[in-house]
């Protein structure tokens, strides 16, 4: 029920917030990493429960990023 970091980067927006709800394939947040940017979608149909980032943050590999309501 979370969305994981798959690289270290820099968290350059959120789109999202808690109790929003979302589609497979809606975008989450943007990431940077080594100069590119990596746009994270939504796995699956749900409602977000809680945005553990927000937009400045340096997050490391596998560091939970959003997670969906059960």
């Known amino acids: 029920n979370a969305v994981a970091a798959p690289m270290p980067s820099k968290v ?4 999202v917030k808690a109790g929003d709800k979302v589609s497979q394939g809606d975008t989450l947040c943007v990431l940077e990493a080594m100069k590119m940017e990596q746009v994270v979608r939504a796995p699956r149909d749900g409602i977000i429960a809680r945005v553990h980032v927000q937009s400045g943050d340096n997050v ?11």
């Open 60 to 70: 490391t590999s596998g560091s939970v990023l959003i997670e969906f309501e059960s």
């Open 12 to 15: 350059l927006s959120v789109a």
